[in-house]
Structure formats: C-alpha cells, structure tokens
C-alpha cells in the first residue's frame, strides 16, 4: 500500500515537471497567452506578453529580454492598434494566423501570414531565444515577427527586401518612450540602385550609410578583426539584405530611438546596463549631402565643403555664406558625342556617393565599367562594388553625385570630366608617385656623386698600379658599364620642349630645390615626367608609365 502511494506521487510530480516544460516555450492552437500570462524561451533570454510602457496605460503584446535587462522591449505587435484594457488576448484565428483579440472578439491584430496552412498538421508558435516569435505548420515556417521589425535589429534578422514577396523589413522608431506605434525616424536599405540604407525623418532624407563594398559599408569604421559581430551582405535575385551575428557571448542590439539616433548597443554585465557601442550618425558630414551635387564634405577642414577638382561653386555668394546645399557645377561641360571629349577623374578614399541613381553589374571589371561609364552620357562616374582584391564589380552613377565625404579608407571613385579640363593635370596619386621618385632620387643624387667620385679615384689609383699589365680586364670593365647604360634613354632637348609646350607653367607638377618638375606626352604617347637640373648643363628625365 504504502509503496504504491508513493509511486503515484512521483508520476504527479513528473505530470507537473513536464506540462511546465511544454508551456515554457510555445502555444499551441488551442492555447492562448492573456494579459497577465507570459510565454518564455527556452533559455530565458526573451519573454512575450502585455505591457504598458512607460507612462502609458495602454496594453501591447511585445517581446523583451528577461535574463538581462528584464522589460527592455524589442518588439511590439499591434503598435498601430493599442487596448485599453487588460483584455487582450494572443491566440490563433481559425485560418492559422496568430491574432490579438480584445474584450472576447474584438480583433486588434492579426500576422495576415501569407503562407497556406494545412489543416491536418498542429500549428504552434514558439519564442526562440533569438527573440524571434515564430508560426510552426509541422516543420514549416508560417511566419515569424523578425519578418516585422520594430525599432530594433537583432542579431540573427535580416535587415533588407524579399524580391519574391515584396516585403520590406525596415526599422521604425517608437513615437515616443511611451508610444511604441511608428515614429518619424525610420532605416531602410533602398533598392532603387545599388543597395544603401538610408535614414529618414518622415520624408527627410537625414542620412545614408554607404553602400556594401565587401568589406563593410563604405564610410562606416570597418573593424577587419572584430571580435564581437560579423556582418554579411546578401544580393541575388530573391533578395538583398544585411545580417548581423554576434561571435561571442557578448549582447547586442541596434536600435533606432525615438528621437532619431541609430546605435548599436551593448550589454555591460558589470554595469547592468547598456552601453552605446556605436552611433551611426555622428558628425556635420553624416547630414546627408550637406555639401550639395558636387561638393566634397571633409571633416577635417573648416569648413568642411569643397567642390570636386574641374567643379566650382553653383552659387559663390551662399557658398562662401556656409550654405552649401546648391553645390557645384562643371568649369567645363562635357563633351559625350566626340569619343575622346570625357576622360575621368580619380578621386581617392571617399565614402562613395548617393546609389539611389545608380547601375551595377557584379562581375565587370574596372576597366568594362569605365567603358560603359564612357558609353552612356548619363553616367557621371564610376568605382569597383567590391573593393577587396584589387576591386571587383561595376557601379555607375547616373545623375550628379551628392553626399561624397572624404575617408580615410581604399575606396576611389572616377568622376566623368571634360577632357580639356584634365589637360595639364596628373591625377593627385601620379602627382604624388612621381613626386615621391623625384625626391628619392634627388635624396639620393649627392650620395651617387660621392660614390662615383671615391670610385674613379680608387680606380685611377689601381690603374696607375697596374698599368701595363691589365689592358684587357680595364675594357672589359669599361664595356660592362656601357652595358648598364643601356636601360637609359637619351631625349633631344627639341623632343622634350614639344612634348612640354616649351616649358609651359601649365605642364608643371612641381618644384624642388634642384629645380621646376615638368609633366608632358612625348610624341610616342609615353608620358614623362622631368626634372630640369640647374646648375649642372643637362636635364634630367623619368620615364612615367601609366
Ligand atoms: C481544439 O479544441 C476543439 C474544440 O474544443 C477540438 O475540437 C479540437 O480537436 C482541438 N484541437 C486541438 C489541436 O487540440
Ligand atoms: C492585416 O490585414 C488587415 C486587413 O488587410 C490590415 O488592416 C492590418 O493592418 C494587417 N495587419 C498587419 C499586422 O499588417
Ligand atoms: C554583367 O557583365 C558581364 C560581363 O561583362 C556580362 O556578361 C553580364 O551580362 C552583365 N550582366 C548584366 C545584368 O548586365
Ligand atoms: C544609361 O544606362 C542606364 C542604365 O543601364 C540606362 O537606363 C539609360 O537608358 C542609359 N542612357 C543612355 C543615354 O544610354
């Protein structure tokens, strides 16, 4: 008797252990979470139930974190639509959608699932310790509220377009701390061109972060050894989005706040608290296109707007009053019809311009892409989509280009520009190659002198030595240095002078204290870079290979 009470009591306490352990996570079809009841994941990270935030007495059914920082709300469902009351109710509709229902059967909010359910497989939702709530049809996904962002991004989310579906998941901040329905400020990675996220205030575009160059978004600070998050970009033709993962146990989040800044945040355990890891948006040159078309936002000068080299103010007067947005305009116009009137500008390290007028192709090279820039009259500039390895990929501005800053990283864009304004000049890096071997070598003139002058007179000195009896061995060492001469070459002063436009200022990159520094096209189409020696009687000359 005595055994068998006991062995009744166990199978009770087990009948307790496990109907807990079902309820933890999921809901099943005939279930329901009401106000006042909670669904919990399995490792306790996320929790789903009613709240009110802040000082509203309104009801939402919302995730939030409950191992940490128990209540920060990640997601909310009926935003748009709040109860008054402690009324509310998550369950299933008949159709397999997951509905909020007020007051008994007033519907608040339904997931409007697209995807069919069949009938004769359970339907339950789960809450993942992601914080993803996600609609089972057996093994297929019905639904999931990472699909909906709110104002936050978890890692795990795609942030990005479905091109099957049309769906868009955008972040969207919260009216307010204690209004959770749509803000003003929204982050959307725009398609029209190539893919870019962009921040709006209502229909204000406030900011862009650059669009993905394989290693990061162009202008945003590019850990290459972050420790803490991965972040991926996915394009094909089903969809476009960004993902972000954590690597290790560290927690983060982004989130767009109510009055309008995007961080990402981080969970300091010893603090309790979190801690803003990164602002998106910090300085003058985030506003976007604050420089205007044209214009080159540099945060390091005052002011910080200058116009792209061949452009000049649009509007001199409110230019040099500090209000840039006009821009600049072409000192040349183009000149697309004849085949040779454009050429191209390189402009180095700079977060590439606005996208949204843009086309790419993912397997041009640079050289395909500058051909098609120079094809379509449209085209205003071009650059690699992929800066790693050299560059990959073609990307073509068609319209003016806004919002270009200088950046200290290896990105270059090509500007279209009239051919005659790029007469006369050597883009900034040839300027400065070339510059760098003028130095080196003048560095290095006084040295070969010494060497030369101690050498003769070492030689000279064996030569009076031996003389008579090392004839031979002298021509042979005689011929060897003709040898070496002969990767020398040798101008007419004629030659040169044409190649110059006799000596024209406009043909001068520089001057040193040996003398000016001249750059010119000799007749044979190589380009040669020289130094005119004073005080020696001759001209000293690089050859320059583009
Ligand atoms: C849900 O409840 C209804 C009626 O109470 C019942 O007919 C149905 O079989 C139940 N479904 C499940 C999956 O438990
Ligand atoms: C679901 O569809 C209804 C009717 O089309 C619409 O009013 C409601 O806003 C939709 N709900 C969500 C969450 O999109
Ligand atoms: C992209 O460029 C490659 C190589 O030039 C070409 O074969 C391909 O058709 C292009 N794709 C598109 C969509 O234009
Ligand atoms: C330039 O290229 C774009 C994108 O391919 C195209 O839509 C436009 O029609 C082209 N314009 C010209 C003048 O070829």
Request: aromatic content about 12%; hydrophobic content about 35%.
């Amino acid at each position: 008797m005595e055994e068998q009470s006991t062995r009744i009591f166990i199978f009770i306490g087990l009948m307790v252990l496990l109907s807990d352990c079902a309820a933890l996570d999921t809901i099943s079809a005939n279930q329901t979470i009401k106000d006042g009841n909670t669904l919990v994941s399995k490792g306790e990270m996320f929790e789903i139930g009613f709240f009110s935030p802040g000082k509203s007495k309104n009801r939402y059914l919302g995730i939030w974190y409950k191992k940490i920082s128990y209540g920060t709300v990640v997601w909310v469902a009926n935003r748009e639509t709040p109860i008054a009351d402690k009324s509310g109710t998550l369950q299933f509709s008949r159709h397999g959608n997951l509905v909020i229902v007020s007051g008994g059967n007033h519907l608040v909010w339904s997931s409007n699932s697209t995807v069919s359910v069949q009938s004769n497989n359970p339907v339950v939702v789960q809450l993942l310790d992601t914080g993803n709530l996600v609609v089972w049809n057996k093994n297929k996904l019905i639904w999931q509220s990472f699909d909906y962002p709110s104002d936050t991004i978890l890692p795990g989310m795609k942030f990005g377009t479905d091109l099957v579906t049309g769906l868009q998941r955008c972040m969207t901040s919260w009216k307010s701390p204690d209004d959770p329905s749509i803000g003003e400020y929204s982050n959307i990675v725009d398609t029209s061109g190539y893919p870019q996220t962009l921040g709006w205030k209502s229909e204000v575009l406030l900011a862009r972060l650059g669009p993905w160059n394989g290693l990061g978004f162009s202008g945003f600070p590019i850990e290459k050894e972050n420790k803490v998050y991965s972040m991926e970009f996915v394009i094909n033709d089903k969809e476009i989005y960004h993902k972000y993962e954590l690597k290790s146990s560290v927690l983060q989040r982004v989130v767009v706040t109510w009055d309008g800044k995007t961080r990402i945040l981080q969970w300091i355990e010893r603090i309790k608290d979190w801690f803003v890891y990164a602002d998106t948006f910090v300085d003058t040159c985030d506003r976007f296109s604050l420089c205007g078309p044209y214009g080159i936002c540099s945060i390091n000068k005052h002011p910080p707007c200058t116009c792209m080299e061949g452009f000049e103010p649009k509007n001199p007067e409110a230019w040099d009053a500090s209000d840039w947005a006009s821009g600049c305009i072409r000192k040349k116009p183009l000149d697309c019809r004849n085949t040779n009137g454009d050429g191209f500008w390189k402009l180095e390290g700079v977060k590439v311009p606005d996208t949204r007028k843009s086309w790419y192709n993912v397997s041009m090279t640079l050289h395909e892409c500058e051909m098609a820039c120079k094809k379509n009259c449209s085209c205003t500039g071009y650059t690699s989509l992929d800066i790693r390895n050299e560059g990959s990929g073609c990307l073509l501005w068609l319209d003016e280009l806004l919002d270009t800053r200088e950046y200290d990283l290896d990105q270059d864009i090509y500007i279209r520009m009239a051919a005659s304004e790029l007469e006369g000049h050597v883009d900034s890096t040839k300027k400065k190659r070339i510059l760098t071997m003028v130095l080196l070598i003048l560095s290095t003139l006084p040295i070969i002198f010494v060497v030369a002058y101690t050498c003769r007179n070492i030689k000279k000195r064996a030569q009076v030595k031996k003389r008579g009896n090392n004839y031979m061995r002298d021509e042979k060492n005689t011929s060897l240095q003709m040898e070496q001469f002969v990767d020398l070459q040798f101008f007419r002063l004629c030659e040169v002078a044409m190649a110059t436009n006799n000596f024209n200022a406009s043909c001068k990159i520089g001057e040193g204290g040996f003398g000016p520094v001249y750059k010119g096209l000799l007749e044979d189409g190589r380009e040669i870079a020289w130094l005119h020696f004073s005080g020696v009687r001759s001209v000293w000359a690089f050859l320059y290979k583009i």
